[in-house]
């Protein structure tokens, strides 16, 4: 049967993880130990000699926090972040020592060196970014040396593409619900060799900021450090895929509230060419204040795209970061973002009532 919640701890792209679960159905439990996590999967059903394994696919479109969810199936705008998680469990009699995986995507490993013995588990987690309607199918082999015992198992989630939240002369992201599928809060520090962040890109209610600062109306995408513990801190907010193709100009257009203490913290608008694999720094700001202290007028900024003209694959993340455990600074807010491209003007979701000019330039 598939689990009901999966608890996981990630390692950068590919981590693998052995895990414990009670009883079938019941929530993991697991123990540190390095990298990985034991415990019982399952007490062996096949009969003797008999390998047998079974294999769940899941995710979640979540990476702000340390876990792979539940989900399985997804609806989404071409190009964001799902975190799958795939799940082995032996609960046959017979012990594995190499794993195979597949996905839609392609090979993840071959010939992975494991013991899997019977009544235990192993799953890995894999950032994917699809761009079309159809299925993520997974497939798991395990085996031994020859190969023999061989036994493979596969899943699969349907997922479904929605309209773009990020295009060039499209509607403007208000966040007035929050952070719609399609927007990505993304913890940096959610590894297994550091503590998952409680700073996080999310909605006023989930930051703890009394409102929005930045000039824009209702709700705004905001992190603060200020009023978590302290801590070190690396968030991104990140859009999905969106092209730049054919286009003889374009510009990002937001509202920003941002309040650097001490120049300990940092923000960087940085892109991604390749679904966010890798992270290039377009524009940053260590030491500068805008907007008013917890008070308008916020900043209107327009950051010029000219680097990534023509380019079909675009992604762009604010990262508010600082790495000192004992971090403990003020907060950033954002609203209205919206790309201007080849002459575009400003859109009907423009919703701040604020008709001045943007502040072409950097941050």
């Not at 975190?83 to 995507?105: E, K």
């Not at 082999?141 to 499209?170: E, R």
């Not at 109306?217 to 991104?236: F, I, K, M, V």
């Amino acid at each position: 049967m598939r689990p009901n919640r999966v608890w996981i701890s990630p390692i950068v792209a590919v981590c693998l993880i052995l895990l414990a679960l009670a009883s079938a159905g019941d929530a993991f439990g697991a123990t540190a130990q390095g990298d990985l996590f034991t415990a019982p999967y399952d007490s062996p059903r096949a009969p003797l000699g008999v390998p047998q394994l079974d294999f769940f696919l899941t995710g979640t479109t979540d990476l702000a926090h340390d876990g792979c969810g539940v989900e399985t199936s997804f609806a989404v705008p071409p190009g964001t972040d799902i975190r799958f998680c795939y799940f082995a469990g032996n609960p046959g009699s017979v012990t594995f020592t190499r794993h195979d995986l597949v996905d839609s995507q392609g090979v993840i490993f071959t010939a992975f060196p494991y013991t899997l013995a019977p009544g235990n588990a192993m799953y890995l987690m894999q950032n994917r970014q699809p761009v079309s309607t159809g299925s993520n199918v997974g497939q798991w082999t395990a085996y031994n040396p020859g190969p023999t015992d061989v036994v493979t198992a596969s899943d699969s989630t349907p997922i479904a593409m929605t309209p773009a939240l990020v295009s060039c002369n499209g509607a403007t992201s208000t966040f007035s619900n929050g952070l719609a599928v399609g927007w990505t809060s993304y913890d940096w520090l959610a590894l297994a060799a550091q503590p998952d962040s409680a700073v996080d890109w999310s909605d006023l209610a989930g930051c703890g900021e009394a409102a929005n600062y930045t000039g824009g109306r209702g709700d705004a995408a905001c992190a603060s450090s200020d009023l978590a513990a302290p801590q070190a801190y690396d968030t991104q907010l990140r859009t999905h895929s969106f092209s730049l193709v054919g286009e003889s100009s374009a510009r990002v257009e937001f509202l920003l509230n941002y309040q650097d203490f001490a120049s300990g913290d940092a923000l960087f608008l940085d892109y991604s060419l390749d679904r966010g694999a890798t992270w290039t720094t377009l524009s940053q700001s260590a030491s500068t204040d805008f907007g008013a202290f917890r008070a308008l007028p916020g900043a209107s900024l327009a950051v010029d795209l000219a680097p990534l003209l023509g380019e079909p694959d675009v992604r762009l993340g604010w990262r508010y970061v600082n790495h000192s455990p004992s971090a403990s600074d003020y907060y950033i807010q954002i609203d209205n973002i919206r790309l201007a491209c080849s002459g575009g003007i400003f859109s009907d979701g423009f919703e701040s009532g604020d008709t001045h000019a943007w502040e072409e330039g950097s941050l």
